[in-house]
């Protein structure tokens, strides 16, 4: 039945006016009041202007982030962006944030801020805009340091404990965005030592903090008001926030800020060895057990150790599995890295290895890392045998010509990877024509008769097949899955 309209009027109460404003019954509890801390530290927050000059010499380059230097954006990593190419040579401008450090003009920023740049102007919050001087750049870090010059003692902040950093802890993010000069955005750390593969020593905090164009070197602050983080890149498909940012810790920074003040440049660790995580795959293969199904194997492997090295002459070798270095336990290969790097050279690291199924000890000294080092610490006669095509590659001898179409000389050892079957588990491992098999199973093998009666005793075994690869100068682990490692013959 249908209600009458009138019969709704006379349920519905008459309305009760205030004689005053509205005031809520309830306050909000727990909300963070950033007016103060604002107040104090945005003096020492400062917008960046870097002039560039791109010309045609640009075309094709990139910085150490992926980016364009004829783009001029300050916050390039990781924007898929399109550009014409230049005509001729031009002057542009690159926008971004700093911060100082010291009442004498020190003033820290990203290092693609004022990379190639030939003149780089430094403007406080106040308006007042100063030349800089670019005191030292480091590119692995993305962290640079200029110095102002001025007879006034300068507002400055200090750069505070990144360790003490946790996932969930509120942050505030200060910055030039798009040339809005001191702006406040805020938000929580979403995670740590996020590692995005722009740098040889990623280890960002990530935050959920706004941060776009022009927030490049500026500081990330926790509710103290100290420096925990410097904003360095975001993630995002239009190039806006969509609450994806990471920082450099505050701790990174502090190091290489302190050595570019007294040098110039960035001296770090070296250990001479080549890591590679290790895949479930590859932990079979190599008799490690998982501590539970669905948990990614711990450790490093070491793939190559540099002759003459640190860890070469320490006594480290290829297929060792690195599980601590002084202490600390290794999760994977970008962990070998950070832990070396932290040490300065000359001092003494005592790294735990797993060797043959046995744990040792075994004490390194810290080299430095060479100026032009890339290393972390870096149709056959037999195509119808069944080792080699149950894993879908073909084997070839290592010739003369094949040695001159490869670039390597008689030294490299093995056989040489002649054809891989498309879907096959060779290709799904990453396989491809031209790498160079040196072992299988940690066994060296100097041609492809060998490597394939070693690759039919593994399969017997019933487990994956270990290579070692020699590929573009650099020695690799890679474990092949079979389909079905039943041996048929």
């Known amino acids: ?26 306050q909000l509890q727990n909300a963070p009041d950033l007016v103060g801390l604002v107040k104090a530290v945005k003096p020492a927050v400062v917008s960046i202007t870097a002039r560039i000059r791109v010309g045609a010499d640009d075309q094709g380059n990139f910085d150490d982030n992926g980016q364009s230097p004829q783009s001029a954006m300050p916050f390039p990593f990781p924007f898929p962006f399109q550009f014409a190419p230049p005509t001729g040579q031009r002057m542009v401008e690159a926008r971004g944030s700093g911060f100082i450090i010291s009442q004498d003009g020190y003033v820290v920023t990203n290092n693609h801020v004022v990379k190639n740049a030939t003149k780089v102007t430094v403007t406080l919050d106040d308006g007042s805009s100063f030349p800089a001087k670019i005191i030292g750049r480091d590119s692995k870090s993305d962290v640079a340091l200029l110095k102002i010059k001025t007879t006034d003692k300068l507002p400055f902040i200090r750069l505070g404990n990144s360790d003490n950093v946790q996932p969930g802890a509120f942050v505030v993010a200060v910055g030039n965005p798009y040339g809005l000069g001191g702006t406040v955005t805020s938000g929580i750390v979403s995670a740590l030592g996020r590692d995005l593969g722009a740098g ?48 450099i810790p505050s701790n990174t920074v502090k190091d290489v800020v302190n050595q570019l003040q007294k040098t110039g440049h960035v001296t770090r660790g070296y250990l001479g060895v080549t890591v590679q ?24 492997l070491v793939a190559n150790v540099i002759a003459g090295g640190p860890a070469d002459r320490a006594g480290i070798r290829s297929g060792d ?13 970008h962990d070998v890295v950070m832990q070396t ?26 080299g430095s890392f060479p ?19 149950k894993l879908g590659v073909s084997l070839s001898p290592l010739t003369d010509d094949i040695r001159h179409q490869l670039g390597v000389d008689r030294s490299v050892k093995g056989a040489v990877v002649s054809a891989v079957t498309p879907g096959s588990p060779a290709e799904q491992a990453g396989i491809r024509p031209g790498d160079i098999v040196q072992s299988v199973d940690r066994t060296p093998v100097l041609n492809p008769e060998a490597a394939t009666l070693a690759v039919r005793a593994v399969l017997r075994k019933n487990k994956p097949v270990l290579l070692r690869i020699y590929r573009d100068g650099q020695r690799i682990f890679i474990a092949i899955a079979q389909n079905n490692n039943r041996d048929d013959d």
């Open 341 to 366: 790097v932290a040490n300065k050279p000359g001092s003494e690291i005592v790294i735990q290895v797993l060797r043959d199924g046995k744990t040792q000890s075994i004490k390194a000294r810290v």
């Open 371 to 389: 100026k032009n080092g890339d290393a972390a610490l870096s149709d056959s006669d037999n195509a119808d045998d069944a080792g080699s095509t």
């Open 277 to 300: 995580r290790i895949s479930p795959t590859m932990a079979k293969a190599l008799g490690l057990t998982n501590p539970s199904p669905g948990v990614a194997p711990t450790g490093a």
């Open 1 to 26: 039945m249908t209600v009458p309209l009138v019969a709704l009027s006379a349920v519905i109460p008459p309305r009760a006016y205030a004689d005053g404003p509205i005031k809520p019954g309830a």
């Open 321 to 333: 599995i690195i599980t601590s270095v002084n202490g600390v336990k290794v999760k994977n290969d």
């Open 200 to 247: 040889p020593y990623d280890d960002f905090i990530q935050v959920d903090a706004p941060i776009n164009h022009g927030n490049s070197g500026g500081p990330l602050f926790d509710q103290s008001g100290e420096v925990i983080g410097m904003n360095t890149a975001i993630i995002s498909p239009s190039g806006g926030s969509i609450g994806i940012g990471f920082a």
